[in-house]
């Protein structure tokens, strides 16, 4: 079945293969896009004219996330799926609270795009989600996210980030289960991301690291593969509360 779907953070890393592979199945994908100098979205976009959509998106932004929904409502009055993928991970190497390097901006600016990004989103376009088919919303969580299962003494705004989203799609759900929406939060896995790199939107381009640079346990390709079974069945995963799951459907704790 053709769907509409919506991805913010599509110019890149797993945001880009959800887009890539929704465009390349049929779907109708509405693409964020934050980077100015990178290509790869242009160049998806001339490999399926008729499904992909570029959308200047910066949801750090409300008047850039007032933008985006309404050229994407101008286009459609239904979204099968959201996706929100947009996130940063600025504090690596903060150290732990012993350290004395908290860089507490770096810290609010992960919690306005991590969390409060996905609300901005997800309120600009809630009326068409539940217009659509699904009614499903994916906002691409973390296992950093989970207090259960925290070991971290570093990276605190990432982490609290996360929670925060997590939280964030329990209130969403608490408002649209009875209308028939869904909440699912994934861990994409431990995933070959330039997501460390700097945030500025003119930045170059950068390649994706090889595993010599940088460990990894899965890539951008397979995870959007699991995102997206997982979204064929997402009644599986999202009940009373929103589903926590890895990409590959094991379940997470809060």
Same mark, same amino acid.
Not at 2 to 20: F, N
Not at 86 to 94: D, E, Y
Not at 130 to 141: Q, Y
Not at 200 to 215: C, F, G, H, I, N
């Given at each position: 079945?053709?769907?509409? /779907? !919506?991805?913010? &953070?599509?110019? %890149?890393?797993?945001?880009?293969?959800? *887009?890539?592979?929704c465009?390349?199945?049929?779907? /109708? !994908?509405?693409? &964020?896009?934050? %980077?100015?100098?990178?290509?790869?979205? *242009?160049?998806?976009?001339?490999?399926?004219?008729e499904n992909v959509h570029i959308i200047p998106l910066d949801v750090r932004y409300d008047k850039s996330v007032a933008s985006a929904a309404a050229y994407i409502l101008e286009h459609t009055d239904k979204i099968d799926i959201l996706f929100n993928v947009?996130?940063?991970?600025?504090?690596?190497?903060?150290g732990s609270i012993l350290d004395n390097k908290y860089d507490y901006d770096k810290m609010a600016e992960e919690f306005n795009v991590?969390?409060?990004?996905?609300l901005r989103v997800t309120q600009a376009l809630i009326v068409a989600v539940?217009?659509?088919?699904?009614?499903?919303?994916?906002?691409?969580?973390s296992e950093a996210g989970s207090i259960t299962n925290c070991k971290k003494n570093d990276q605190p705004g990432y982490c609290m980030s996360k929670a925060a989203l997590n939280m964030a799609s329990v209130v969403v759900l608490n408002n649209i289960r009875n209308m028939g929406g869904a909440v699912l939060n994934?861990?994409?896995g431990w995933m070959q991301s330039v997501i460390g790199n700097p945030a500025?939107?003119?930045?170059?381009?950068?390649?994706?690291?090889?595993?010599?640079?940088?460990?990894f346990q899965t890539t951008p390709e397979r995870s959007a593969e699991g995102i997206l079974h997982i979204a064929e069945e997402y009644d599986?995963?999202?009940?009373?509360?929103?589903?926590f799951v890895n990409y590959l459907g094991d379940p997470m704790k809060y």
């Open positions: 079945m053709k769907k509409t /779907v !919506v991805v913010t &953070g599509a110019d %890149r890393g797993l945001g880009y293969e959800i *887009a890539r592979q465009a390349k199945r049929g779907d /109708v !994908v509405f693409a &964020g896009k934050y %980077r100015t100098k990178w290509p790869l979205l *242009a160049e998806l976009a001339q490999t399926y004219p947009a996130g940063v991970w600025l504090s690596h190497g903060s991590n969390a409060l990004g996905m539940l217009k659509g088919f699904d009614k499903l919303i994916i906002n691409i969580s994934i861990h994409p500025d939107p003119d930045a170059p381009y950068v390649p994706l690291p090889t595993l010599e640079q940088v460990k599986r995963f999202s009940g009373r509360e929103p589903g």
